[in-house]
C-alpha cells in the first residue's frame, strides 16, 4: 500500500499555486483563473511530484542518474516551498518535518542519502576532533542557522535525538573551521 499519492499532489501544487499568486499580487500581475486541476498532466511539476512520490513509496530502485536527479528534483520543490527572493540560505523549521510534506522530503532525503547521513554526535567529532557537549552545540547551532541541512531519522522517536546531517556538508563545516584567522 502506497503511503503518499495524488492528494499530496494536488496539497503541494494548491501551496504552489497560492504562492506563485501572491507573489503575483505583488507584482502587479492579475490573478490567474481559478481551475479544477491544479496541475496540467503533462506539467515539470506534476512530473517531479510524481518521481518523489513514486520514491517515497518504495517504487524505484537506485542508480547513480536517478539519485542525482532525485536529488535535483529535491531541492527544487524544496525551494519552491521554503525558498526566499533573497535566494539567502534556506532554512527548514522543525514543524516542516511533521507535516505530510514533510515526510515525504525526509523519506526521499534517506532514499538518496541514507548511508551519509550522520547524528549530532558524530558530526561534532568529525568537524571538531572531539564529542564535547560545547561541539555539539555548535552542530546544533549551525543546524539552526541553516549551515548545516538536517533531516530527522523516523526509527529514532525522540526529536532531540533523532536529527542527521549529512556527512559532506559536515566535512566542509571543519574544512571551513581549518582556515587561517
Known sequence: MALFGDALIHEIAALVRQRYQALGLALGVPPAPERGDELGEDSRLRHDLALLVGVANGEYRRTDALVQQVEQTLAQLLDLLLGNALQTT????????????????????????????????????????????????RIARAMDNGVLEWVPDPSVANPQQNRRVLRSQVERLRDLSRLPE
Open 90 to 137: 534556506r532554512i527548514v523549521p522543525a514543524s516542516f518535518w511533521q507535516t505530510e510534506i514533510g515526510v515525504l522530503a525526509s523519506r526521499v532525503r534517506w532514499w538518496i542519502s541514507g548511508d551519509d547521513l550522520i547524528t549530532i554526535s558524530n558530526a561534532a567529532a568529525l568537524a571538531f576532533g572531539e564529542n564535547t557537549q560545547a561541539n555539539r552545540m
